[in-house]
C-alpha cells in the first residue's frame, strides 16, 4: 500500500525531532511519563492484548470501554551510597478507563482511537531531578492514541493465517506529571500475524515504539520493544472465547549510566501474562474479563493487572446468497405429426371387439417424491456473518412461504441443508453450516410445522464445486423433499457454475 509507508516514515520522523528538542530537559526533570503499558486491542477484535484485526467485510464500526486496574505499576529498588537501599512502591495502584473506537472503510483498511483516563493513583512519591515522581491526585486524561492497520493478506478470521501492518501515533493530550503522557508525540510500526483454525483464533505481533528519553531514577525510558501474542478457544457455539494473553516489552537504547545497552537489563524489561475470556451477550455486544501477573521489575509493569471490558461490535448482514433454483422441468418430446387420409382411401373399421373392464389403480393422496427435489424459494435466507442468526425481511418471506407450503401438503418431510465453506477452515464452516440448518429448522416449527417433518444438516464444504474460491463463504439454503424415514444430509448436485 503506498500511504502506509509514508506514513509510518513521518510518524517516525516526527517523533524523533521532537525527541531531540526535549531529551536535554527530560533528563534533568523527571516529572513522570506514560506509564501504564496497558495499550488496549482494537474494539471488535476477540482479544484483550493482541490484535485479532477486522475489517469492512465483517463490520463497519465499533466502540468499547475498559476498566484496566493496575497493582504496583512503579516499584523502585534503587541503591544508594551510604544509604539504604531505596524500595518504595512510588505508584502503587493506578485505575484507568479506555474509551475506544474503530472503522472499517475499505475491506483491507482499519482505523481507530483510543484514550485513556487515569481514574485513581495510589501511592508514596519521592524526589525526581527537580521534581517529584509519584501518583496523580486527580483524574486525568492520557495521550490520544490514533491508529490504523492495512491487511496484506489473507483474513484473521477465516484463514489459518494472515498478515498485516500497522502504525500508531500517539498525541500528547496527558500529563508527564500524571504519568499519563511523556509530553511529546510516540508512534510505533507493528506488523501482525494471525489466524483462526478450527475454534481456536491465535495472533503474534511486534512493534518499535518511539518514544523521547527520560533518563532518571536508573530508569532508561525511551525507544522500546513490544511484542504480543494471544491463543484463544471458541466455545458454546462461538459464544464464549476463552485463552492465554502475553505482552513484552524492552528498552532499546542506551542505559542511564552509559555502561552500554540497556536491552533486556535488570529494570529495563518485563512482561505480562493473562488469562481472559469473552462473552457474546448478543450478536452487538461482548463483555470481557481477564487478569494476570506481571514478569520483570521494568517499568511499568504491574504485579498483577485486570481487565474489565464492554464491546459494541455489531457484525454486518452477511454478502446476498445466491438463490438455489427448483429443478428445471423436464423438456416436453416433441411428437410427429399424425398422417390423415382421404376418406375414400381409409379402411373400412372392423368390429369392435369386447375389452374387460381393468379396476383403476388407486391414487394416493401423497406425492411421489425421490430425494433430489428441491422446494423453490421465493427470496434468499441470508445469515450474520460467523453467526447462525436469521437477518433480513426477505428471508422471513421466503421461509414464511416454505412453511405455507408445508402447511398445504401435510404428507410430506424435508430435510433442511445449508451449504457454507471455506476450504483452509472446513471445521469451523461445517459447524457454523450446522447451527444454520438448525436454526432455519427451528424457525419453521415456531411456524407450526411438525418437528417429526423436518431434518437439518449442515454441509458445510463438501457439496461445492472445486472451482469456486471467491464465494465460499456464502451460506446457500436448500429445503429438499425426502420420502418419510429416509435419512437426509446428501449431496444433491452442484450449481452450474462450479
Known sequence: MPGLGGTLSAACALASLLGSASRASAQTMAQGWALNRHEPSVPGDALFLAEHPWYRDTRLVAAGFT???????LWLRIPRDGLPTLDQAVVSGMLTGHLGVSLAPLRWLGLHLSLPVALQQSGSPIPAGAGNLGPATAMAPGDLRAGLRVRLAGDAARDPWSLHLGALLWLPTGSPSDNTGDGSVRAEARVVV???????????????????????????????????????????????????????????RERPDRRGSAAFTRAQWGAEVM????????????????????????????????????????TDRAPAPRRIEALPPPTPREEPPVAVLPVAERPVAEAPVAVAPVA?????????????????????????????????????????????????????????????????NP??????????????REYLIARGIPAARLQS??????????????DD??????????????PGGRCLRRSPSD
Do not use: K
Open 427 to 440: 471445521e469451523f464452516y461445517l459447524e457454523l453450516s450446522s447451527r444454520r440448518a438448525q436454526a432455519v
Open 275 to 314: 488469562l481472559g475470556a469473552r462473552w457474546r451477550v448478543a450478536d452487538p455486544v461482548q463483555v470481557g474479563l481477564a487478569g494476570g501477573i506481571g514478569l520483570g521489575d521494568g517499568y511499568g509493569i504491574p504485579e498483577g493487572r485486570a481487565l474489565l471490558t464492554i464491546v459494541y461490535a455489531p
Open 194 to 252: 494471525a489466524g483462526s483454525a478450527s475454534r481456536l483464533r491465535w495472533s503474534v505481533g511486534a512493534g518499535f515504539h518511539l518514544r523521547s528519553a527520560v533518563s532518571a531514577l536508573n530508569l532508561a525510558v525511551g525507544h522500546e520493544l513490544r511484542v504480543t501474542a494471544a491463543v484463544a478457544m471458541s466455545l458454546l457455539g462461538g459464544r464464549l472465547d476463552v485463552g492465554p494473553e502475553a505482552q513484552l516489552f524492552s528498552a532499546l
Open 360 to 424: 383403476a389403480a388407486p391414487i394416493e393422496s401423497a406425492p411421489a417424491v425421490s430425494v433430489g427435489e428441491i422446494i423453490p424459494m421465493v427470496g434468499e435466507v441470508e445469515f450474520r456473518t460467523h453467526r447462525e442468526a436469521i437477518v433480513g425481511e426477505e428471508s422471513f418471506r421466503s421461509l414464511d412461504a416454505v412453511a405455507a407450503t408445508l402447511r398445504a401438503t401435510p404428507s410430506i418431510e424435508v430435510d433442511v441443508q445449508v451449504h457454507s465453506g471455506h476450504r483452509s
Open 67 to 73: 476498566l484496566d486496574y493496575a497493582a504496583n505499576p
Open 457 to 470: 444438516h449442515g454441509m458445510g464444504a463438501a457439496c461445492l464445486g472445486r472451482s469456486r474460491r471467491d
Open 473 to 486: 463463504d456464502v451460506p446457500r439454503v436448500q429445503i429438499v423433499l425426502v420420502p418419510p424415514g429416509t
